[in-house]
């Protein structure tokens, strides 16, 4: 059963600050996402990773960073939060070989205030 | 890049009752077209798949349509029960990456 997980469900910072969201996969998958879910908006791509240390823009990058440091790690960074970063966070994972099918974590609700 | 427009974005519907959710996509080469279902405060979940070789699949209660020509597809739900409630995300394969673009999103509303 896949798994991913993220590490927090619940997060609030103040503005001007540095936010890490983790996420974690446990089923060796070679890609890795992150979305943000806003009401009305659907489910919008941030940024991709297709293999360790690689990574490529998605949709809506701006004010956005990621690592991709070991294989079941992906960590989504703001450099410096802004109240209009204030969303539910989705990470998800795929396999390449494996069909198309994304596993999506539990979700990160950040409130920036 | 590929765009994905989904109609409606709410709809009611009483038990029993069925439900159609309609999508578009634009990149012809799009070739995997999945369906979500994300209930309340819970992640979104794969319910339904179809690929480019193949106009329509059935499991159980929904199913998929695919028209590769007009570059729509739909998602049919029969026999609707209050826990196929639920906001529900059509996506497309973006041609090149592993990625997808998603719907809007359509929130099922199913009254007892």
């Known amino acids: 059963d896949v798994k991913v997980t993220q590490s927090s469900r619940y997060l609030v910072k103040r503005t001007g600050e540095k936010v890490f969201l983790e996420c974690v996969q446990d089923?060796?998958?070679?890609?890795m996402f992150w979305y943000r879910q806003d009401p009305g908006l659907g489910l919008r791509l941030i940024y991709f990773?297709?293999?360790?240390?690689?990574?490529e823009k998605g949709d809506i990058p701006e004010g956005y960073s990621v690592s991709r440091e070991k294989k079941e790690r992906f960590s989504l960074i703001l450099e410096s939060a802004s109240t209009n970063q204030t969303s539910m966070y989705l990470c998800?994972?795929?396999?390449?070989?494996?069909?198309?099918?994304?596993?999506f974590g539990p979700g990160t609700r950040l409130t920036v205030t | 890049g590929e765009n994905v427009e989904q109609h409606p974005s709410t709809l009611s519907v009483q038990e029993g009752d069925s439900a159609v959710i309609k999508c578009t996509y634009s990149d012809s080469a799009s070739n995997y077209f999945p369906w979500y279902k994300q209930e309340l405060g819970k992640r979104p979940q794969l319910i339904i798949d179809i690929r480019s070789n193949v106009g329509e699949k059935k499991d159980q209660r929904i199913a998929v349509t695919l028209n590769k020509t007009a570059k729509h597809f739909s998602l049919h739900i029969t026999e609707t029960q209050p826990e196929d409630s639920a906001v529900y995300f059509c996506?497309?394969?973006?041609?090149?990456?592993?990625?997808?673009?998603f719907g809007k999103g359509t929130m099922l509303l199913v009254s007892p």
């Open positions: 998800a994972s795929s396999s390449t070989g494996a069909g198309d099918e994304q596993y």
């Open positions: 996506a497309a394969k973006d041609s090149g990456y592993s990625t997808l673009t």
């Open positions: 089923m060796d998958h070679e890609n």
């Open positions: 990773s297709y293999d360790v240390k690689m990574k």
